[in-house]
Each structure stands twice: as structure tokens, then as C-alpha cells.
């Protein structure tokens, strides 16, 4: 057949369509010989706040063997173990610092944290200037984050130029800065979106949808998908046999999380109650998680498709007061942070903690993985960056800053290493980010006096 449009939906009544993943028949014939010739490259931001416990994040060994379970004492588990699966698709950087703290206005570390944390530039005072702990609660950032500034590459035409997700990440009026990570420039904040079935009628849910169909197909509980089975049928005929598995697959998982959103009780979709679903309670505090898998999900769906190429994936919020329940832990994530140099057993607190969000992170990988590409999968096309606004979250340090690294770009990052610095600005790395998405001539990124050139290594 000829070749398909990217762009290719399921069209059904009322204006619903359902977004198609990457297919043979989307990439120039010649793209079928010379193998990943035609998949865009992707970049992902994944945060977790307050710090990490660097003794326990960092993996053991030598730079040349190295690994990231410690086998003679595996309880409790290092930070970074659930990564040992995926060790060949991951970049560990240790020992950049936000260098660029040093400059501009503000003063309290959360701000500095978190608004440094990706724009690598210096603060901008609002209008009410400094407020109580010296916070400045309606300022900003000098420039742009480094997922807009890759954006400017990669974007294409994708209906969305990114894509931000939030998990709990509420905007808290008094604090502003230290609730937003992603700026198009100063006083543009991209506020991520906190409520799954708000992304899941985004994304795959046409802009022109009658509303009225949307609220009634949901209040009968009839799928999405139901209303493209024509259109499915006929396109169906016409694939080859590749992309008639990898279509099935792909309306799937929109199946089965569909069905998972519309629970509330976040139960399995083959346990699906009677009665009529309600939606997810996305700012509940023990549905963190339920929350979390929803939306990274959605995210690895949303680049599958082509629906964006650039997306970010907010937990929580710098103060972020999450009690994590599910583990145990009844304290708020943001007081605990501040009393784990003195309190052994907090300590040990954090780093089970910071081992959850690293089986979050190993989650999203084994996700980006599981979508084939010819040659290669999602993830060898693609960078997602795990990134936290502090070093050690009991003194807001800006020096070690934990940075993992996952996937390829295409071969434009060599993944499977674990690299050190001494307190090199964190700007470096976004220089050789820039270069690996295409801006080959970059040589600063955020505040240029900071700036040393792109990490080599990288």
C-alpha cells in the first residue's frame, strides 16, 4: 500500500479519534531498507524533589565495573537497584552542581532549586518581591527550560510541542516558583496536568469532539474505542502483518488503561465493578501511585504516537508534602528531608523512598523499551532524564545533584556508563543535551558565565 501519513487517526462519530503509533507503512520506502532512517528523536524530563541520600544513590564499584545492588547486603535495597535491569540503557552523572545558584536574586533553596533545576539560569523577582522565608512568590525564571529548548528541534509538527504530566503537583500561590519546572521564558510556566482522564480525552480524543458525545459515552461506559471500529476495520485490511500486531497492541493498551482510569478504586481492568465507575481521586494522597503509572502511560503513548516529542513528568512539588503510605511512612516528604542528617532512621526513610521513585523511573524505562521502532525501540530514540532540585535536601545543596540518564537519541549518547565530575555546572550537560537533539553548535545553555562548553564524555 502506499505509505501512511503520520498523522493517520481512527475517525469516529461526534469527532472522536484515536492517534496511531509508529508503523512500516508511516516511513519512507527507503526508510524500510536503511533501518530507524525517519523515527524522531524524543526527550523526557522525570522529577522527584527533596534531594536524594547520595551514599545510597550512588552505584558501587569503579567507574569499569560498577553496579547498582549491593549483593552482600541487598536489604534494604540501594536507591538506584531497580535500574540493574536496565544498566546498559542507563548514563549515572554524578557530581554536577547548579553552579547558577550563585547568581541572581532569591534566597530561599526550593526556589533556587527548583527554578534552577532545568532552566539553568538565574531568578527573576515578581512584582511582590521577596516574601517570608525569603521566597519570591510570583517570580520567575530568566529563560527558557532545557525540554522548551530541545523542543525547538525536535518538535516538528506534532500537534502538541510538549506535553507536561503532573502527579500531585499543585500550584501552591504562595510559592510559585518551587511548584513549576517548565518555562517557555520568563512568566510563561507550563503547568503540568494533574488528572489522568483530562490527558486521556486530550490526547486521544479529537480537539473538535463534540463534548455532550465525550460525557455520554462515559457515562454509559462505552469505550473510545467503539466508535472507531469501522474505521479500524477497513485501515485493518490494509496493513501488513507487523503493523496489523503492533495496532492491536496499541488499541490494547488504550483498552485497558481507559479501564483502569475510569476505576476509581485503581483495581486491575479485568476487575471492573458493576456499577457505574467513577473518575480517579487524582489529588488523594494514597492514589500517588495509581496516578503516577496512569500518566507515564500516557506519556510513552503520547510519544508512540507522535503526539509530542517532548514531555515532562512532575511528582509531586519541591516542599512536596506526600506521605507515602504505601511504604509505611506517615511524615511528609518535604519535614522528613530536613532531619536526615540527625535522625538515622529517617534516613533510612528517604532512601526507601528515593528506591520508589527509582522503580518509577525503571517502570517508565521497561515502558519506553517495550515499543518497537524497527531497529530499535522508543528508548534508543529517545533521552529521559531523572533530575531533583537538591544535592542533599536537609541543607538545599546545590552540589551533587543526582542525574540519571536513559536511552540513546539515536546514538548521540552512549548509555551503560557511570561518570563523575567535580562540581562542574549542571549547564555543561544541558550543552551536550542540545547537541545530541540537533543544535550541534551549542556551546552555553541557561547563565553563560557558568558555562564550560558540552561534557565531552557525554
Known amino acids: ?264 478504586h485503581g483495581l486491575l481492568p479485568g476487575c471492573i465493578q458493576p456499577t457505574q465507575p467513577g473518575e480517579i481521586d487524582f489529588e488523594a494522597n494514597d492514589n500517588f501511585p495509581i496516578v503516577g503509572k496512569a500518566q507515564m502511560d500516557l506519556l510513552v503513548m503520547a510519544l508512540s504516537c507522535d503526539l509530542t516529542r517532548v514531555a515532562s513528568l512532575q511528582w509531586s512539588v519541591a516542599q512536596s508534602p506526600t506521605q507515602f503510605s504505601w511504604l509505611g511512612i506517615s511524615s511528609s516528604h518535604h519535614g522528613m528531608s530536613h532531619e536526615a542528617d540527625d535522625d538515622p532512621a529517617i534516613r533510612a526513610q528517604l532512601v526507601a523512598i528515593n528506591h520508589w521513585y527509582a522503580e518509577q523511573f525503571a517502570y517508565l524505562v521497561d515502558k519506553m523499551k517495550q515499543v518497537d521502532e524497527l531497529d530499535g525501540t522508543l528508548l534508543d530514540h529517545s533521552i529521559a532524564m531523572w533530575v531533583n532540585e537538591q544535592g542533599n535536601g536537609d541543607v538545599h545543596s546545590k552540589e551533587d545533584i543526582p542525574f540519571v540518564l536513559a536511552g540513546r537519541a539515536s546514538g548521540a549518547i552512549e548509555p551503560g556508563r557511570w561518570l563523575t565530575y567535580q562540581d562542574r555546572a549542571h549547564n555543561d550537560l544541558y550543552v551536550s543535551l542540545l547537541r545530541a537533539f540537533g543544535q550541534a553548535d551549542a556551546t552555553t545553555f541557561g547563565f553563560a558565565e557558568v558555562c564550560a562548553g558540552p561534557l565531552d564524555e557525554v
Not at 8 to 36: K, Q
Not at 52 to 62: F, K, N, S, V
Not at 208 to 234: C, P, T
Open 1 to 264: 500500500m502506499r505509505t501512511l501519513s503520520r498523522r493517520t487517526v481512527l475517525r469516529g462519530a461526534g469527532g472522536i479519534a484515536i492517534a496511531l503509533p509508529f508503523m512500516e507503512a508511516m516511513l519512507p520506502r527507503r526508510s524500510h531498507a536503511f533501518g530507524s532512517e525517519g523515527f524522531p528523536s524524543r526527550f523526557v524530563v522525570f522529577f522527584s524533589p527533596n534531594g536524594t541520600i547520595a551514599e545510597q544513590w550512588r552505584p558501587l564499584g569503579t567507574a569499569d565495573d560498577y553496579t547498582f545492588v549491593d549483593a552482600a547486603s541487598p536489604e534494604p535495597p540501594r536507591i538506584l537497584a531497580p535500574l540493574e535491569p536496565h544498566k546498559a540503557d542507563v548514563l549515572v552523572l554524578e557530581g554536577l552542581a547548579m553552579q547558577s545558584r550563585s547568581h541572581g536574586p532569591g534566597g530561599n533553596g526550593h526556589d533556587m532549586g527548583m527554578g534552577h533545576m532545568l532552566t539553568a539560569n538565574v531568578l527573576v523577582e515578581g512584582p511582590s518581591g521577596y516574601a517570608e522565608f525569603s521566597h519570591l512568590p510570583d517570580g520567575s525564571v530568566a529563560g527558557p527550560s532545557i525540554d522548551q529548548a530541545i523542543a525547538e528541534s525536535i518538535a516538528g509538527t506534532t500537534p502538541y510541542r510538549s506535553l507536561e504530566f503532573g502527579i500531585d503537583s499543585y500550584l501552591d500561590l504562595a510559592r510559585q516558583v518551587t511548584s513549576r519546572m517548565c518555562y517557555r521564558g520568563p512568566f510563561e510556566v507550563l503547568p503540568p496536568e494533574n488528572n489522568p482522564l483530562a490527558n486521556f480525552d486530550r490526547l486521544f480524543l479529537e480537539l473538535d469532539a463534540d463534548e455532550a458525545e465525550v460525557a455520554a459515552l462515559r457515562a454509559k461506559r462505552r469505550s473510545v474505542l467503539d466508535k472507531v471500529g469501522d474505521d479500524f476495520d477497513k485501515l485493518n485490511g490494509k496493513l501488513g502483518g507487523s503493523d496489523r500486531m503492533k495496532l492491536e497492541a496499541h488499541l490494547d493498551a488504550i483498552r485497558e488503561l481507559e479501564m483502569a482510569l475510569e476505576n476509581q
